[in-house]
């Protein structure tokens, strides 16, 4: 386990030339973040696995559609009461009561409190879930209906799945423990476990099988047991008892704690009210769903692996600078978003312009054919630069949730989802799977401006200090403008690679290392300091 990252606050800012001023602050919340990025990294190798396995082993068709949207419902609900609006609700309140001068009874009770919630509230979601799912399962994919037997299978699935909510959600409440805690590691690596259930059943398991529908259904079940069952014997080392207190709902701060949550079930529910809608309009088409998932995993590789990770250290840093030295969270604020983006613009342009590359290499091969890549590939195209807009959401809900301010982030929640919806509308019919990831990207965009307006209206965020921001967002568009063109003219050298093999993976390596090479050195070049930052912090973290 790191050492405590409040005991060394962080601050990532911005001098008055537009560089990145390196502060030993700043060298140790990218150095915790690195080291979570690398865990979370191996979790993403195995989630990659795990999708791999699927795709290979039944493709993408009706069983993998029928799959897909019987798991994204739990996984739905799991994004409103789990790792979402909990865990911005919970950490802040819980970091304060266990800080230097915080109570540890209440922070115990605080705990068994909302355990005995989470029992009482999600027990009974996944009881009328189970009983709704034939409701669900049309809200969520009606066009289902036109192919004899995939809504009915994909109600059973769907009724088998529902209670891993229960078991992610308790998994989630040991994982905000371990983060209030600066417990980072151990709650980052909590995936590779279901990840590699899954993986297991689809390689070794599901073949045996005539009727492989159920069998990956309870798989799901095991995957979400394990999750719990690592991470609660570190709780207990922190002293917190397992066993509910049933009188929680009396208790003034899982109150607290579950008032902050209401308002924030729709913004950090975003992303799992938009794929019902994506996967409502996607069921229409055939293996739409599969097209979709398979397009939106590779930007969520990008994402988790850095995105989350710096937002995951950023939220109970903010909280506690907010409170102990305000001056520096803005400055705190705009590093994290600048070192946000010099990733997502350039992994964007990748994935936009070499997404069948990309696609045909990840997934290819087996059951995956060559149209499923080519159609998977286009949708990618539309949905890469959503990327650069999910990471700048990510970043300003954070700041506004360490302000304990939830409402402000709901309305632009629903904005996005309102101009999604009609987007999709609009382009789904004419452009198919490719509609819905431009509707994505289009939807994310107006979200991330409006959330970054009305912070800066509401709390500020120092001219100069914005002024310097934006300056290094431009050396990173113009280095990225270089790389995309250059990329245009070698993408042909990269035509046939439709399946996994080491031809395919050398093929992109040549052109990927040089074009990440150059762009950090023309960043480099008109001034830019992050890698100065980045390596810094990683040989830090080697003496450490």
């Not at 891993?164 to 994982?175: D, F, G, K, T, V």
């Not at 055939?286 to 710096?310: I, P, W």
């Not at 789904?428 to 431009?438: A, S």
Request: net charge positive; proline share 4%; aromatic share 10%.
């Amino acid at each position: 386990m790191p050492p405590s990252i409040c005991q060394f606050p962080v601050t990532l800012c911005c001098d008055g030339g537009g560089t990145f001023a390196v502060v030993s602050q700043e060298r140790r919340v990218v150095h915790y973040a690195s080291r979570m990025a690398v865990v979370t990294l191996v979790c993403r190798i195995t989630g990659y696995l795990r999708d791999k396995a699927l795709f290979s082993v039944i493709g993408a068709g009706h069983l993998y559609d029928m799959y897909r949207t019987a798991n994204r419902i739990p996984n739905a609900f799991r994004g409103l009461f789990a790792e979402g609006t909990l865990h911005a609700a919970f950490v802040p309140t819980l970091s304060q009561l266990t800080g230097k001068d915080g109570d540890r009874r209440e922070a115990l009770e605080l705990f068994r409190g909302l355990l005995a919630v989470l029992l009482l509230v999600v027990g009974a979601v996944v009881a009328v879930g189970i009983l709704l799912s034939p409701w669900l399962v049309r809200l969520y994919a009606e066009g289902f209906a036109a192919v004899p037997g995939k809504l009915e299978t994909t109600i059973l699935m769907n009724r088998i799945m529902f209670p891993y909510l229960l078991l992610i959600s308790l998994a989630a409440l040991l994982q905000a423990v371990l983060n209030s805690h600066e417990r980072f590691l151990l709650s980052a690596a909590t995936p590779m476990f279901y990840n590699l259930t899954i993986a297991a059943t689809a390689w070794f398991v599901l073949p045996r099988f005539s009727n492989p529908a159920p069998v990956l259904s309870v798989a799901v079940l095991v995957g979400g047991i394990l999750q719990f069952a690592v991470q609660a014997p570190a709780v207990r080392r922190l002293g917190y008892s397992l066993r509910p207190l049933w009188s929680g709902f009396r208790n003034l701060q899982v109150r607290s704690v579950l008032l902050l949550m209401l308002p924030g079930i729709p913004v950090l529910g975003i992303n799992q009210i938009n794929q019902l809608i994506s996967n409502r309009f996607a069921s229409y088409i055939d293996a739409g769903v599969s097209y979709t998932y398979g397009a939106y995993r590779v930007t969520e590789l990008v994402f988790g692996a850095v995105v989350v990770q710096l937002t995951t250290v950023l939220l109970p840093l903010l909280s506690r600078e907010l409170r102990e030295a305000p001056e520096r969270a803005s400055r705190t604020l705009l590093g994290t978003v600048t070192l946000v983006s010099f990733v997502t613009l350039p992994a964007a342009v990748v994935m936009a312009i070499l997404s069948r590359p990309i696609i045909g290499f990840l997934f290819g091969g087996g059951r995956f054919n060559t149209t499923d890549v080519a159609v998977t590939g286009a949708t990618l195209s539309a949905y890469a630069f959503s990327l650069v807009g999910t990471g700048h959401v990510k970043v300003m809900a954070s700041a506004f949730f360490a302000q304990k301010n939830t409402r402000t982030p709901m309305w632009g929640s629903l904005v996005a989802l309102i101009i999604f919806t009609a987007a999709c509308a609009r382009l789904v019919g004419p452009y198919g799977t490719v509609g819905l990831g431009w509707a994505n990207t289009l939807a994310m965009a107006c979200f991330a401006v409006f959330l970054t307006l009305l912070y800066g209206r509401r709390y500020g965020l120092g001219g100069a200090r914005i002024g310097s921001s934006l300056a290094a967002v431009g050396r990173q568009l113009a280095a990225t403008a270089m790389i995309a063109a250059g990329l245009i003219q070698i993408r042909p050298w990269l035509t046939g690679i439709d399946h996994t093999s080491l031809d395919g993976a050398i093929r992109l390596a040549a052109v990927l290392l040089p074009a990440g090479a150059v762009y950090i050195g023309l960043v480099t070049a008109l001034g830019g300091r992050e890698l100065s930052l980045l390596l810094s912090t990683l040989r830090r973290g080697g003496k450490s």
